[in-house]
């Protein structure tokens, strides 16, 4: 009975011992989600590869990013701004920056002929999904300033088909997809221009402890990756 | 202060009263979910699909799923709908298509709440012997086959040939214009919908369309024209060794070393869910109605190509593209 207990006894201590071993040890977690055409397994690879300190997942769709990053409270997360700013905790340390400002004006692409921004209210935009069914309505609505019926996409390449099965009477894209879109497609793509920009691609955590390795992985991002994350540099916030 | 007021504001900063009060506002709220009935093909797919769309209507739609077998009858689905009460049903697969539908024969009186139907071949001829059903189909359209092969190769693809039979006349007027919309001709070789030698009709067609220099070839999934024979004597001979780009869209012709497909592109299930959890928010935000909610077009895909094929017939291709593709075959 005795050596029962203690063997108890010896494999409690051990699994506590190993616990408190292995999160010591363990990497910082970090969820990416930058909406992009490269695939998540390509975007991953190249992360992995220069930020080694990090346990990094990519996600293709922004509400599994959310849905998961709200599960598991990831210490870095690198994502648009406003996701960022939709996540509770998170402090951003490195800002993104394109043209040397760190958001992106927005436009709203119709086939054939201009859309009127005046009056969008019976209109079905179609957007690429940030933040989830609610939060992304509000979003667009807020954006928008006007009550449109927002059509979600999973993935960039998918607002192209919205527009060629009329499934959306416009699609609200930065300025850069537009120019990507007008390379892909025929179609007769017709540029509204609004006041809207989005806040690009931030990099923020939920701790001051994973700063320096924070540093230590943004100082390796080359151009190549830049251009996947759709910035051309980073500024310390 | 009167007596009775001072005892009820004791109440009220008591934390079980006011966790009682609470709970009793928020009870109606969570019994009032609605429900859908997820009737659906049993199947790695299928469930993919469900994945989609549970992860999009978490907490705004409780999910009832009943998996189609052999012992699932009209009546099994007749007994389901008395007990979850559903708001709106969820048809995944075509086995699931047609024991709804039976159902639906069988009970010609009932009033059916709304039905999305999706993941199931010619969901669009289906749903029209259907009541108060809407749904997505499932054949992934032309245009955005051949718009993302095009984004791909470092070539033409302005002409593209296919051989299709009379029956999907229509199947292929409708792409044609969506295809037109793109800059790209589709041209089909009309066959007949039966024939002893069918074979040889097939030959002669893809011929015909190769002496017209097409730029690429669209295959249409139909069993009658794509099959083990029709592939071993027509498809594989004529354009195994020809240098047009071959655009299929099941996963094993560019898989395997045939030298046949280039390009496949099929659907992505997962996103399909998501895309009829769109869809089923529509209804809702409708009160349950599908009324002009039209059969919508696949919207995402996944993309497949065979490098090794790519190289063997001499194609060229963006480098740089190859990242967006899903399934790089080497």
């Given at each position: 009975m005795k050596n029962r207990i203690a063997q108890v006894i010896s494999i409690c201590l051990l699994s506590f011992s190993t616990q408190s071993f292995s999160t010591s040890i363990a990497d910082a977690t970090m969820h990416v989600f930058v909406p992009t055409d490269v695939r998540t397994n390509i975007l991953q690879k190249k992360l992995e590869s220069v930020c080694p300190d990090f346990s990094i997942t990519v996600f293709g769709r922004g509400q599994d990013f959310v849905s998961q990053s709200h599960k598991t409270h990831p210490d870095v997360i690198l994502t648009l701004m406003p996701v960022i700013e939709k996540s509770s905790g998170y402090h951003s340390y490195f800002i993104g920056l394109k043209n040397g400002v760190t958001s992106e004006p927005y436009l709203l692409v119709s086939k054939d002929r201009e859309i009127?921004?005046?009056?969008?209210?019976?209109k079905t935009i179609g957007v690429l999904d940030l933040l989830g069914r609610k939060l992304m309505t509000e979003y667009v609505h807020q954006l928008l300033k006007q009550n449109v019926k927002v059509k979600r996409v999973?993935?960039?390449?998918?607002l192209l088909p919205l527009l060629i099965f009329n499934a959306a009477n416009a699609i609200l894209v930065s300025r850069s997809v537009f120019g990507a879109l007008s390379e892909k497609s025929q179609l007769n793509l017709v540029a509204t221009e609004m006041d809207v920009s989005i806040g690009l691609a931030a990099l923020a955590a939920n701790?001051?402890?994973?700063k320096d390795k924070l540093d230590k992985c943004i100082k390796k991002f080359d151009s190549h990756l830049n251009t996947m994350l759709g910035v051309d540099q980073w500024t310390k916030n | 202060m009167d007596k009775k007021l001072k005892a009820m504001m004791v109440c009220f900063l008591r934390p079980d009263i006011v966790m009682l009060i609470c709970f009793c506002f928020a009870a109606p709220t969570v019994a009032a979910e609605p429900t859908g009935l997820v009737l659906r093909a049993d199947g790695e797919v299928f469930a993919e699909v469900l994945a989609g769309l549970s992860s999009d209507v978490e907490g705004e739609l409780r999910l009832v799923e009943l998996k189609m077998s052999k012992n699932i009858s009209f009546r099994d689905i007749k007994k389901e709908i008395k007990k979850v009460k559903p708001h709106i049903i969820i048809l995944i697969g075509n086995s699931a298509m047609n024991v709804y539908t039976q159902y639906q024969n069988r009970n010609p009186n009932q009033a059916f709440p709304p039905a999305v139907a999706l993941a199931a071949l010619y969901v669009n001829k289906l749903v029209?012997?259907?009541?108060n059903t809407t749904g997505i189909r499932y054949e992934i359209p032309a245009v955005t086959s051949l718009v993302n092969m095009r984004a791909l190769?470092?070539?033409?693809?302005k002409k593209v040939g296919v051989v299709y039979r009379s029956w999907m006349q229509d199947v292929l007027d409708e792409n044609t214009a969506y295809t037109k919309l793109e800059g790209i001709n589709l041209v089909g070789h009309v066959l007949p919908?039966?024939?002893?030698?069918m074979v040889g009709k097939l030959r002669a067609a893809i011929s015909k369309l190769l002496d017209e220099k097409v730029d690429a070839f669209w295959i249409i999934n139909d069993n009658t024209l794509l099959n083990r024979e029709t592939f071993v004597k027509a498809w594989l001979p004529l354009l195994?060794?020809?240098?047009t780009p071959v655009v299929v869209g099941v996963k094993s012709l560019v898989e395997?070393?045939?030298?046949?497909?280039?390009y496949a592109i099929v659907p992505d299930h997962y996103a399909l869910g998501i895309q009829a959890a769109s869809m089923v928010f529509d209804i809702m935000d409708a009160n349950w109605s599908i009324d002009g909610i039209e059969i919508q077009q696949p919207i995402s895909v996944k993309k497949i190509v065979n490098m090794k094929v790519v190289s063997q017939k001499g194609i060229h291709i963006v480098?740089?593209?190859?990242?967006?593709?899903d399934n790089v075959i080497h």
């Open positions: 009127n921004t005046t009056d969008l209210s019976n999973t993935k960039r390449e998918d701790d001051d402890a994973v | 029209e012997k259907m009541s190769l470092d070539q033409q693809v919908n039966r024939d002893q030698n195994g060794d020809s240098s395997s070393n045939l030298n046949f497909g280039v480098p740089e593209k190859l990242t967006e593709v």
